[in-house]
């Protein structure tokens, strides 16, 4: 029982789910999800068939420490992670069945569920934790979030079924960690480039880069009644008029990332629900390499962010599905500053000032690249920002990258300007600076180059309060400072839609956009 000055202190704590679990010596363990519980339905659940879904991205690999948009689709029925966040990110019991922090709150032990097992027959046991953790922090492998990873210090097994993490600091973001590194089988890893190396209620049986990837319930799934479909197959078609075409003949059952234009039609199609998942997942942004000249001038990059016209962007591609911004945050989080938007308007005759305050009057020629196939609107927003950054001199060629390399050049930081989508915004304010590359300075190999010590500072004494106004403090220099430099430009929320035919049932996703596809059945 938490008693006297340290109840005071927990009652102060900004993370929900520190409250929630009472982080404590002697606070009881947490379960809230009962294994098997079906979310409430009109009918009951239908077992067998196909579950068939398009979406515009390819997959760099089936690792599910790579969080490509290509990947989301499949992440979460191809592994198993130790929680399950939901959609108000409060952790529930999946392959660890319950957990209790130590009085320090620097340790956290997990009971870890028998029976499970990985997709090659191996059960899965504490060694499989140790291995994971281990794996995404290893620097050859391609990890999104190793650096939320690595806020964990340490991996202790006490025995089979029970790990103790450790860290320096009492972390917030731990559950953060717990949702998103998922369980890897040290048995197939080697096979990540044509097959999945998970234990989660499918396996891959099939691969045909560039158009189809076939799974099939996995009958040693540790939730006997799950999954209900016997196959969940995953099609890639690029171009977003025959994404569209492909769900209305019914040659698909849903798919993932409508374009954003077709979201209105749709949702009075007979038979169609649209839906917008729980949050919009990534942001539209220009990044910067402030490697290059002239961009490594401060001024210049401030003059392209007053260029750019954020509102048109959203009125004439968007469909007005989301607000223009230029915070790194979006509203809904708690690390958004109201007071902060519209710092950068559209005012072409400020940026021309700017420009010929930092020399270019004439302005200067530059790359602007992007990839149209890796993200609706990406080709929009280039459009715009080259027509933008013309009207004030800036002479910028069009870049189409092709989506085979876009996430390598994007991640070696091989570009002048370019149009790209980061992740985890609507997650907590530091998992999205750990998880998502383009926030990891030039120390850490981050793609921008930029070299902010400050920004680095904050943003790790950040992830290791759990105070919530501290860290909000924090945030908000952040956000003032990244508004300063201007390496990243945010534009608009990105908001993504899963549209599929009504006789899809029990259809859920994350903050991403990744679904849980055992929860599936037809209702045909």
């Not at 998970?198 to 099939?206: D, I």
Request: glycine share 8%; with cysteine.
């Amino acid at each position: 029982m938490i008693l006297g000055e340290e109840e005071k202190a927990m009652r102060k704590m900004g993370r929900r789910d520190f409250v929630k679990l009472g982080i404590a010596s002697g606070a009881g363990l947490f379960a809230v999800r009962a294994p098997g519980a079906v979310p409430p339905q009109s009918t009951t659940p239908k077992r067998g068939g196909t579950f068939t879904v398009a979406r515009s991205d390819g997959n760099p690999s089936f690792s599910g420490l790579e969080l490509a948009m290509g990947n989301f689709v499949f992440i979460r029925s191809l592994y198993g992670f130790l929680i399950r966040q939901d959609n108000d990110l409060n952790p529930q019991p999946e392959l660890a069945e319950s957990w209790q922090f130590s009085a320090d709150r620097r340790a956290l032990t997990l009971k870890l569920r028998r029976g499970a097992k990985f997709h090659s027959g191996r059960d899965f046991t504490a060694d499989d934790v140790v291995f994971s953790w281990k794996f995404a922090l290893e620097p050859a492998n391609v990890v999104t979030m190793r650096t939320l990873y690595s806020l964990i210090k340490d991996i202790k097994t006490i025995d089979k079924y029970t790990v103790e993490l450790r860290f320096d600091e009492p972390c917030p973001l731990v559950f953060d960690i717990l949702d998103t590194l998922c369980m890897m089988d040290r048995a197939a890893v080697d096979q990540l480039g044509k097959a999945d190396a998970g234990g989660g209620p499918f396996t891959v049986t099939s691969y045909t880069p560039g158009a189809e990837i076939r799974t099939k319930r996995f009958e040693s799934y540790w939730e006997k009644d799950r999954p209900f479909l016997d196959e969940y197959v995953i099609k890639q078609i690029p171009d977003p008029a025959a994404l569209v075409i492909n769900l209305e003949s019914k040659a698909v059952d849903a798919i993932w990332g409508s374009p954003v234009h077709e979201v209105a039609r749709l949702k009075g199609v007979p038979g169609m629900i649209v839906d917008p998942g729980p949050a919009a997942p990534n942001m539209y942004h220009l990044m910067v390499n402030v490697r290059k000249e002239p961009l490594s001038n401060k001024k210049v990059r401030q003059a392209i962010n007053h260029a750019i016209d954020r509102e048109r962007f959203c009125k004439s591609v968007l469909k007005e599905t989301v607000e223009p911004t230029c915070l790194m945050w979006p509203k809904g989080s708690w690390a958004y500053f109201a007071d902060l938007e519209g710092k950068y308007k559209y005012d072409p005759s400020k940026a021309k000032r700017l420009l010929a305050e930092a020399g270019y009057p004439e302005g200067f020629e530059t790359t602007l690249k992007f990839g149209s196939k890796i993200q609706f609107g990406q080709e929009g927003l280039a459009q715009i920002i080259q027509f933008d950054l013309a009207r004030i001199g800036i002479r910028a060629k069009l870049i189409d990258v092709e989506s085979a390399v876009y996430p390598t050049q994007m991640r070696k930081g091989q570009f002048d300007l370019a149009v790209h989508n980061y992740g985890r915004i609507g997650r907590d304010p530091g998992m999205m600076l750990a998880g998502a590359v383009i926030w990891y300075p030039k120390t850490e190999d981050g793609p921008i180059g930029f070299d902010l010590p400050d920004f680095v500072r904050w943003r790790d004494q950040a992830a290791m309060m759990l105070e919530k106004d501290e860290r909000k403090d924090l945030y908000r220099r952040i956000q003032t400072l990244v508004l300063e430099e201007c390496f990243s430009m945010a534009v608009a929320p990105q908001q993504i839609f899963w549209v599929y035919r009504d006789y899809v049932k029990g259809l859920r996703a994350n903050r991403e956009g990744s679904p849980f596809v055992g929860e599936v059945w037809l209702d045909k």
